[in-house]
């Protein structure tokens, strides 16, 4: 394989990396910044794409490893491994690569690339820290009721930080947390105040998951 043509090949395969790579994240990306965007009716389009996850991120790291493999490897005209004398005769006749064909530039798709990959392990950092808790709100506590909602499309803990952002933003909202891996959210609220179905509402509006089941269970606390 010629410079020129294996140059291209390793281009070729860092381009493919670095879409597998973003193609991968889609889901968990997109409930995050369709959130912070004010456009959470798109936040579960990519939902759809959760299953096929596992076999991007191995893809990805398999592409990227044969780009690595590429450019750790000189080889010679014909394929074979260059030979030291090779490798110094070839010092003249061989371009300088261009920076989108260099090492430095694979580097830095890889590292891009597992902080794509990461992504669900640090999205709550895009979430200020919007719990009700340090808030001051003056309640009866026989008003006070828990929900707990089935949601379907949840993947991963970003799809968590947007619903509990679409939760803790609705009024009367006193508490409220998600799990993905159970599709269900729970919230403690001001019944004077929010109706399960508004929540439920807040939810299907703010992130576009679907809200399968609403279950409401009266607070310990309340006397009724």
């Known amino acids: 394989m010629s410079n020129s043509n294996q140059a291209n090949s390793s281009s070729k395969s860092i381009g493919a990396g670095l879409l597998v790579a973003i193609t991968a994240s889609l889901c968990c990306i997109t409930p995050i910044f369709a959130t912070l965007a004010g456009i959470g009716g798109i936040a579960s389009s990519f939902s759809w794409m959760e299953p096929f996850r596992p076999y991007l991120i191995g893809l990805t790291v398999l592409v990227l490893g044969f780009a690595w493999y590429q450019k750790c490897l000189p080889t010679g005209r014909h394929g074979r491994s260059r030979t030291q004398e090779e490798i110094e005769c070839a010092c003249d006749e061989d371009e300088k690569p261009s920076f989108w064909q260099s090492k430095k530039f694979l580097g830095i798709v890889t590292v891009f690339a597992v902080v794509m990959l990461a992504f669900p392990t640090y999205s709550g950092i895009f979430f200020s820290n919007n719990s009700?808790?340090?808030?001051?709100?003056?309640?009866?506590?026989?008003?006070?009721?828990?929900?707990?909602?089935?949601?379907?499309?949840?993947?991963c803990t970003g799809c968590e930080h947007s619903v509990n952002a679409a939760l803790n933003n609705s009024e009367g909202v006193l508490e409220a947390s998600s799990s993905y891996e159970n599709g269900t959210a729970s919230v403690k609220f001001d019944q004077t105040k929010v109706s399960v179905d508004q929540l439920a509402d807040a939810i299907e509006e703010g992130t576009g998951y679907k809200v399968t089941e609403k279950k409401i269970v009266q607070d310990k606390t309340s006397n009724q």
């Open 132 to 155: 009700n808790a340090d808030k001051v709100i003056v309640v009866n506590e026989n008003d006070i009721l828990n929900a707990e909602l089935s949601i379907n499309g949840m993947t």
